[in-house]
């Protein structure tokens, strides 16, 4: 029994170019055998697309009835192509995980900025607190009462920042 085209791909063949008036190397379906005969089909290379070692889907050329084949230059070009396109889905599949994992830093750093607004909150209010349960205080302990107030703005501000 021949092999099929995973089978083929399996063994990382770089590139697989078919006759379909011969012999193939695997079967056809009847569709795909009906396509093939329909568009006289010279030549068919398959290509899997690799990337560190993962097949990362498959690319096939057809060559039609004024085709003069596939000669060597051609299976280079071809394969080319299909290392660009590999290198080009595995980017794009690196820029959605990097895109992921942004949104899941944002999400984090929201809920912990919410999450650190309300102890700010209640110091900010406790120290207002004192002001007003002593009008009259003054010197060193008024100016610590500031400095708390100073220090709840600065970290509300950075928590502004940081839930952007």
């Known amino acids: 029994m021949l092999p099929t085209v995973q089978e083929l791909i399996a063994r990382q063949d770089p590139i697989l170019v078919l006759r379909p008036a011969g012999k ?3 079967e056809l379906t009847d569709m795909e055998r009906s396509l093939t ?11 899997p697309l690799y990337a560190h070692g993962h097949v990362l889907g498959v690319i096939s050329f057809f060559f039609g009835p004024h085709s003069t084949g596939v000669d060597d230059l051609d299976q280079l ?8 396109m ?7 599949n690196l820029y959605h995980e990097a895109r992921q994992a ?11 900025s919410h ?11 406790g120290a207002e607190l004192l002001l007003q349960k002593n009008p009259g205080l003054t010197g060193p302990n008024l100016e610590e009462i500031h400095t708390i107030h ?12 940081i839930g952007r």
Not at 37 to 47: D, E, G, M, S
Not at 102 to 112: C, H, K, M, Q
Not at 150 to 161: D, H, K, P
Request: charged letters at 15%; proline letters at 3%; zero cysteines.
């Open 115 to 125: 999450d650190l607004r309300t102890p700010l909150t209640a110091i900010s209010l």
């Open 150 to 161: 100073q220090a709840v703005a600065q970290m509300q501000s950075l928590l502004t920042e």
């Open 102 to 112: 942004i949104a899941a830093r944002e999400d984090i750093l929201s809920i912990v």
């Open 24 to 26: 193939l190397p695997f």
């Open 37 to 47: 005969n329909a568009l006289q089909i010279q030549a068919i290379a398959i290509l």
């Open 77 to 84: 070009f071809l394969e080319s192509v299909a290392k660009r």
């Open 86 to 92: 590999a290198l080009s889905i595995e980017n794009a």
